[in-house]
């Protein structure tokens, strides 16, 4: 293989990380919590906008003509793991506002229109993250590594696959314990779940908390490696390139939604930039959303438990002998009766 | 002074728009997220269609029965496909996202790397309260408003139709065996908004002069605010909401900034959603356990 493709192909390796950070972010959210988390660009742009402050040396004005908050320059890794606290601290408030009294479409409105509010806020503030230019020429990890561009790209699919594998810990982690148990059962029925002495809030809080810090990492990530984050990075579409990505591969499987990672962000937005071009530019991408949109109906259609659909539980219960499939609720009931 | 007149206009488009959408929700309990995209596409034909023509009548006359039709397409046909097949909430919500998404950037394949404009139409100042000029159009727009308000309050008052259509939303399962067709209701709810929606949508687009593919979302987001503002499936509140919502864009943007009037009425929106889901009046929101 030429040098040029490796590097084609290791860049794309970066950008399936980042996005499967952000998709099972996502997935603790929609796909076990059940939280209609139509905002949760949001997370990612935050991430991305604390990751960049924090690493960019102070705003100079007089010659840049950007204003920005901070401007401390601290070293890498810590602006990346506070770019993904800001996307855990970020769920409390959204949390509040969006999940404790809303459901259903009410809630996937809120949502919506906070996503709305954020990107319209951020773009007319030129005080905060620099308006609607946005942060620029953000350092990047391991800058003053003495590196071709070539090799660089292999250091930073590193890094981005150990953030991945911190990822699939964190989302494994949730999705086996206890606590994930009790996420599916309150996304099936909640009313069972707070009768079982279970507050729904809380552990809706603690998902969209966790899959937020997800969110905030792949955009801390992200901005690490593009160097540049605007309001039009970020618009509230953007998010429905994940729940795509989700649908598609398997709502609350974690193999599934990596898969549908690799199809829709990888697939559909970044290889098909390899094809030859037509139109003005941005006609292109005008088809690739169409057809975004047109897979998502299909699967919705066809396969709406995506490719890889989630495994059912099967919980044996020990001491009354039946045996079978169980929902959840059920199998934490009985959990808790013992 | 301004801030009231031109609250005023903003309101009667919100009106029609928020109209529309909650009258739809109402009975077929189906948020369209597509309403927006509805919007942009009523405009696009009727730009295409009429030769970019800015007489009003026309407009409208075009505007609304493209936006009847594709309603019709996209909600009863395509969106009522997957009800039928079992599909419920949150799939329905992406349903309508999924083909908002392929209206909106079809249409931005259509219109290219240009913004669509119409030629500047004769403005003349009609009427001029204390010192502040609406143009005809504004005025026009205004009427209409007036106008298909009444006709929604007499419609749903006063016919039969109008009593199924508050019966369809109210209890779906006592309507039919009172020997009504929630299906034919629902496929009227639906052609009746999209009329709406591409009435508001024309009067939006040549208001403004100037339109691209992006126009119609920010435009349902408010007056879908006015809408909830209102109380959901409730045409009077959506209309005093869009009154109210009109009037906060207007005297936001007055104050603060441009930037802050759409951002104002969607602050506005969560609000509501938070502190009265259940709109200015009503109990509504209770019964169809909107909250938890």
Known sequence: ?338 | MTIVLFGLYSAALYAIGGVGFTLQFGVTNVLNLAYGSLITSSIFVEYYLTGHSTNLWLAMLVGGVAGAVLSFVVGFVVVGAFVRRGAAGFSIAMVTIGISLMIQYTLEAIQGPVVNAYASSNRSTLLSVAGVNLDSQQVTAILVAVVLMVVVHLVLRLTKLGLAMRATADDVSLTRVSGVSPARVRALAWLASGALCGICGVLLGIGIGTFDAAIGNDFFITAAAAAIAGGVGKPYGAMLGALIVGIITQASSAIVSPAFSSISAWVLLVAFLILRPQGIFATYAAEREIVA
């Not at chain 1, 293989?1 to 499967?20: A, D, K, R």
């Not at chain 1, 908390?209 to 540049?228: E, K, N, R, W």
Request: net charge positive; hydrophobic share 50%; proline share 5%.
């Open chain 1, 1 to 338: 293989m030429s040098q040029s493709t490796v590097y084609y192909l290791s860049g794309l390796g970066i950008l399936f990380f980042i996005n499967l950070v952000a998709v099972w972010g996502l997935d603790l959210h929609f796909g076990f919590a059940g939280v209609n988390s139509f905002a949760f660009i949001v997370f990612q742009a935050v991430g991305a906008y604390i990751t960049g402050v924090f690493s960019l040396g102070r705003a100079n004005t007089p010659v840049t003509f950007e204003t920005y908050i901070l401007g401390v320059h601290w070293p890498w890794p810590l602006a990346l793991l506070l770019g993904g606290i800001a996307g855990a601290v970020l769920a409390v408030p959204v949390g509040w506002i969006a999940v404790r009294r809303l459901r259903g479409d009410y809630q996937a409105m809120a949502m919506l229109v906070l996503a709305l509010i954020a990107n319209s806020l951020i773009a007319a503030e030129t005080g905060w993250f620099n308006g609607a230019t946005g942060l620029e020429s953000v350092p990047q990890p391991f800058g003053n590594l003495n590196v071709s561009l070539y090799d660089y790209h292999w250091v930073f699919l590193a890094l981005a696959a150990i953030c991945g594998v911190v990822s699939w810990w964190i989302a494994r982690g949730i999705a086996r314990s206890p606590l994930g148990r009790s996420l599916r059962a309150l996304r099936e029925s909640e009313s069972a779940l707070a009768a079982l002495g279970r507050d729904p809030n809380r552990l809706r809080t603690i998902a969209l908390v966790a899959g937020g810090f997800l969110g905030g990492l792949s955009g801390g990530l992200l901005i690490q490696y593009v160097q540049a984050w605007g309001p039009a990075s970020w618009l509230y579409a953007e998010t429905f390139l994940f729940f795509t990505a989700i649908i598609i591969g398997g709502r609350g499987n974690l193999l599934g939604t990596a898969l549908g990672t690799l199809l829709v962000p990888i697939g559909i937005v970044e290889v098909t930039r390899e094809l030859p071009q037509f139109g003005y530019p941005g006609e292109f991408a005008d088809f690739q959303w169409v057809a975004i949109g047109a897979l998502m109906l299909v699967f919705l259609w066809f396969r709406p438990h995506g490719l890889i659909p989630e495994r059912k539980r099967v919980l044996r219960p020990r001491d009354d002998g039946a045996s079978g499939q169980e929902a959840p609720a059920r199998a934490l009931a009985r959990g808790s009766q013992r």
